[in-house]
C-alpha cells in the first residue's frame, strides 16, 4: 500500500533562507579580515595559543608606555640643561669679571650686577616644562624659589636682614657699617650667614622644592635620575654668593671688609662653577641612556610586531576567496529561493 506525502511549499521556501544568515556573518567576517588584515575572532581561531597573543601585546603596550615617559623625561632634561647654562653662564661672567678687576673696584660692580643676577638664578630654577616644575623635585607642581627681592618681602630676605641685624646691631646699608671689621665681617659670614644656606634652613626660607630628584623608569630594566632639586649644594653656594654681594650693603663697608666679602664671593663661585659642569655630565649621561633604552625598545617593538603579525594577521588571498565563494553561495541561494516561489499548482493547472 502506497502512502502520499505532503511538503508544504513554505518549508521549501525557507529551506534556503536558514542558511543565508550564517553566509551572511561569515561575508562580514572575511570582509572584515580583509580591511584590517587581523584575524576577526582572535580568541576563537587561535583557541589556547590566544594567551600568548595577548602577553605579545601586554608586552608591546608596556614598551610603548615606556617610550612615551621617556619622552617626557627627555623634555625635562632638555629644560633643565638649558637653566643650568645659564646659571653657569652667569656664575662664571660674574667670577670673570671680578677676576679681571682690581680688588678696590670688585665691590662696585658685585653691588650693580648681583641683584640681577640672583633674581635670573630664582628664574631658571622655576623654570618649567609641561606644567611641572623641573627643579622642584619630586614637589614639581610648585615653584622652587620665590624672589628674593620681591614684595611683600621674602622669608629668605628677612631671614638674612634679621641675622645681619642680630650680628652687628644695625641694620644692612646702615651708616655704621664702615665700622664693620674684616674679622667681623669673615665670622658673619662663615657662621650666621653660613648656616642660613644650609639644606634645612634653605627649605624653611628659600625653597619649597623636594631634596628628592625624580627617578625614571627608562626601559624594563633600568630606573634613572633625570632631574636635580633646587636644593643641591651648589644653588645654595650661589645664592649665597649673590646675597653677599647684593644684600649686605657691601659699598658701605670698609675696603678691607669690602675685599673679605668679594673674595668670600669668588671662592664660592668658583666651587659652584665645576659643581654645576659635573651635575650636567650626570643628566647628559642620563640624556644618554634614554638614547640607548629607547633604540633598544624600538628593535624590541619590531619584533614583537612581527610575532604578533605572524599570530594574528590573515592571508589577504585566501579572505578574498572565501569572500568571492560565499558571495558565489548566496547568489545560488537567492536564486534558489526564487524558482521555488514559482512553485504554484495554478501554474500547472493554467
Known sequence: MMTTGFISSLNLW?????????????????????????????????????????????????????????????????????????????????????????????????????????AALAGALNTSTGGQFVFAGTNSGAAPLASYEGSPTSPAKTAVDNLFTGFFGFAPGSAAASTITPNQLQGFIDGPLAGQFTEVNWNQTWSSASSRPLDSQISLTETVTTS??????????????????????????????????????????????GSLTTMQADLGRAQNQITEANARMSKQTALLTGQIRDLESVDPAEAKSRVDAITTQMQMSYGLTAQLRSLSLINFIS
Open 228 to 273: 636635580v632639586s633646587a636644593n643641591a649644594e651648589p644653588f645654595r653656594k650661589l645664592g649665597m654668593a649673590y646675597v653677599i654681594a647684593s644684600g649686605l650693603g657691601l659699598s658701605g663697608l670698609s675696603q678691607e671688609a669690602q675685599n673679605v666679602a668679594t673674595g668670600k664671593v669668588m671662592d664660592l663661585l668658583g666651587q659652584v662653577s
Open 14 to 118: 525557507n529551506a534556503p533562507r536558514t542558511g543565508v544568515s550564517r553566509l551572511q556573518s561569515e561575508l562580514a567576517t572575511a570582509t572584515r579580515e580583509i580591511a584590517t588584515g587581523r584575524l576577526a575572532d582572535v580568541g576563537a581561531t587561535l583557541g589556547g595559543g590566544v594567551a600568548g597573543a595577548f602577553g605579545l601585546r601586554r608586552q608591546s603596550a608596556v614598551l610603548a608606555s615606556l617610550t612615551q615617559s621617556n619622552t617626557a623625561a627627555t623634555s625635562r632634561l632638555a629644560a633643565t640643561q638649558g637653566a643650568l647654562n645659564a646659571i653657569r653662564s652667569s656664575a662664571d661672567a660674574t667670577l670673570n669679571e671680578l677676576t679681571a678687576l682690581p680688588a678696590d673696584q670688585r665691590a662696585k660692580t658685585l653691588v650693580d650686577s648681583a641683584r640681577g643676577r640672583l
